[in-house]
């Protein structure tokens, strides 16, 4: 029996990308999973996309009531969760002096406050629970700089801040805190960022294994993070990144 069968987990940014590829991923385990996204047409794709025992909750994790409102959803749908992971973000390409206020705000709200409406209210819920596995998606780039990332890289190193004092806290209450730091995914965020498809092959060829990772690849790590297969892991950094940020990649 998988480990994750008959539990519940709740997973934000479910609608696309990596937190889509998660829940299916859970679902496929047997978990129960309420799975959040903005109200929009990706969601609603997602709701055609999955089956299994799953709860659509359309919430902003911008706005710390309608991710408490969640996780309550969640528990009285599901009753106790058992972890929740926060693949929410978004991600912008441009030159500090060209970050406007309005750009800067946006990514601190959803990347840095999003997560912290996250976990606080994960920790509320898995504290009252008794344990559990809360994750939160950082980045390579939470790691090393690139030009045209100066706010988004101040956000992800933010969640790393935040999780390893996170992991302190919640020990003592049985919840494991940690961060997943993907490297360039093939998702469709990702496919706004490039210019061109010259672009897009630099820089995949800078990554070691030579290619950018899938989705479903990203959403192993976070379920081995999620599961009782990593009970002893706690304040780490899973980097998941093809050896970019630990490698000098000769022959590429």
Request: aromatic share 6%.
């Amino acid at each position: 029996m998988s480990h994750f069968q008959d539990r519940a987990y709740l997973v934000t940014g479910a609608s696309s990308g990596i937190g889509l590829a998660t829940t299916r991923a859970l679902l496929a385990q047997g978990a129960r999973v309420a799975a959040v996204g903005l109200p929009d047409r990706l969601l609603e794709d997602a709701r055609r996309q999955l089956s299994g025992t799953v709860l659509f909750v359309e919430a902003d994790v911008s706005v710390s009531r309608q991710v408490d409102g969640a996780f309550a959803q969640a528990e009285a749908e599901f009753g106790p969760l058992s972890g929740a992971f926060n693949a929410a973000g978004i991600s912008s390409v441009a030159p500090i002096a060209e970050t406007s206020d309005e750009l800067w705000q946006r990514l601190v709200q959803v990347n840095l406050t999003g997560t912290f409406h996250f976990a606080r209210a994960a920790a509320r819920t898995l504290t009252a629970n008794g344990g559990g596995s809360l994750v939160c998606t950082a980045s390579e780039l939470s790691l090393v700089g690139q030009a045209g990332y100066t706010a988004y890289t101040a956000t992800k190193g933010g969640v790393l801040a935040m999780m390893r004092s996170l992991a302190a806290e919640l020990a003592p209450a049985g919840v494991r805190v940690n961060a997943l730091s993907p490297g360039t995914t093939d998702t469709p965020m990702l496919a706004a960022e490039f210019a061109n498809e010259a672009e897009r092959a630099r820089d995949e060829a800078s990554v070691p294994l030579g290619r950018f990772a899938l989705p479903e690849e990203i959403a192993a790590a976070a379920l081995w993070l999620l599961g009782p297969e990593s009970s002893y892991v706690t304040g780490t950094n899973l980097v998941v990144d093809g050896g970019r940020t630990t490698t000098f990649p000769l022959g590429h």
